[in-house]
């Protein structure tokens, strides 16, 4: 009996032994979020100008920090709002994981957002404003600000009084409204003595009817008028353009919004007397950044300001101006 319990025992202890040699399961974990391979659609107005490849550059860059890939996509000219809608619901449809875009038009794109929020993609919206708040946050200049910027420089390099003329940019652009209001805000309240003659022509999205409109207001009101401001690249391109062409340079003063190397020359050519630049590159940068984070998990400000900055033939050599408006742009 004893040898028989003994025998038991030892069966017994051989068979605990060869389970506690058994290598555990590891616990299965979900992944971390953090760790995927997120797809972004980044979607400017348009594509040509020198501003939307800054922009591009800094996506691009904020992608390749944070391991993510991004599709760069949009409309060629900026009055193309269907072309613009149709690319926001491609992305859609093809389930990107978030989408940052610069509508093109406050009221047109925001029906788009909608539908992509409601397919749980968060949508950044970055340079121009919507008329909506399903968006998970706004990187932007403070562009109202930008306008009253402009109207000071205006105002200094005509000496506080004479009349001057605005060209607009193109009806629905949320980001050159607030510009052009604040630019007619900060003379009506500040420069009672500066005239504005004419306020309500608009330039359209390209240079050459940018041009056109410029040759148009200036044969008007050439004789009239000591300065003239543009709330944009293209018209600010458009309207020197005409100066030029109409040998009104060095007589009328011109002040302009946005700087590429067209204009920088026609600063140090005497022709642009004040350019009120933003911060692109950042501006890209920081509306993947802030994507990225949302997907994270993370709630970021629902408005996020960039730099502004005024460029002047006495510091656009300077190091901090280079950097606003030469930033590296090979290969976009």
């Known amino acids: 009996m004893r040898l028989w319990t003994t025998l038991i025992l030892a069966s017994l202890l051989m068979i605990g032994c060869s389970r506690s040699k058994t290598p555990a399961a590891k616990p299965t974990t979900p992944a971390d979020p953090r760790e995927k391979a997120y797809e972004l659609a980044v979607i400017p107005k348009g594509t040509s100008h020198n501003f939307w490849k800054a922009i591009h550059a800094g996506a691009d860059a904020a992608a390749k920090e944070l391991g993510v890939t991004i599709t760069w996509i949009g409309p060629e000219l900026e009055n193309d709002r269907k072309q613009q809608i149709d690319v926001v619901q491609n992305m859609i449809s093809k389930g990107v994981d978030a989408i940052v875009l610069a509508p093109l038009d406050d009221e047109a794109l925001a029906t788009p957002v909608k539908n992509a929020v409601q397919r749980n993609i968060p949508v950044v ?10 968006y998970t946050s706004f990187v932007a200049t403070d562009n109202f600000e930008g306008g009253r910027l402009g109207a000071k420089r205006l105002a200094e390099v005509i000496g506080g009084k004479g009349s001057v003329i605005m060209l607009r940019y193109n009806p629905g652009s949320a980001s050159t409204h607030n510009r052009e209001e604040g630019f007619l805000k900060e003379l009506e309240e500040n420069f009672p003595d500066i005239t504005v003659l004419s306020e309500n022509q608009y330039a359209g999205a390209t240079i050459e009817g940018s041009m056109q409109a410029a040759q148009n207001l200036l044969n008007k009101y050439a004789g009239d008028i000591q300065g003239v401001f543009t709330p944009n690249e293209s018209s600010t391109v458009g309207m020197l353009r005409a100066m030029q062409n ?3 340079v060095g007589r009328i003063r011109h002040i302009g ?12 050519a005497g022709a642009i007397q004040g350019l009120v630049v933003q911060d692109p590159y950042n501006m890209g940068y920081q509306g993947v950044q802030v994507a990225v984070a949302t997907l994270k998990g993370e709630t970021p400000a629902k408005r996020i300001p960039t730099r502004l900055a005024v460029v002047t033939p006495d510091n ?8 606003l408006i030469a930033p590296e ?3 976009f």
């Open 316 to 323: 656009i050599d300077s190091d901090e101006i280079q950097a």
């Open 329 to 331: 742009l090979a290969g």
């Open 257 to 268: 919004f946005d700087c590429s190397g067209s204009l920088e020359e026609g600063m140090r």
């Open 125 to 134: 919206i970055i340079d121009s404003g919507l008329k909506s708040d399903l």
């Open 246 to 248: 109409g040998n009104h």
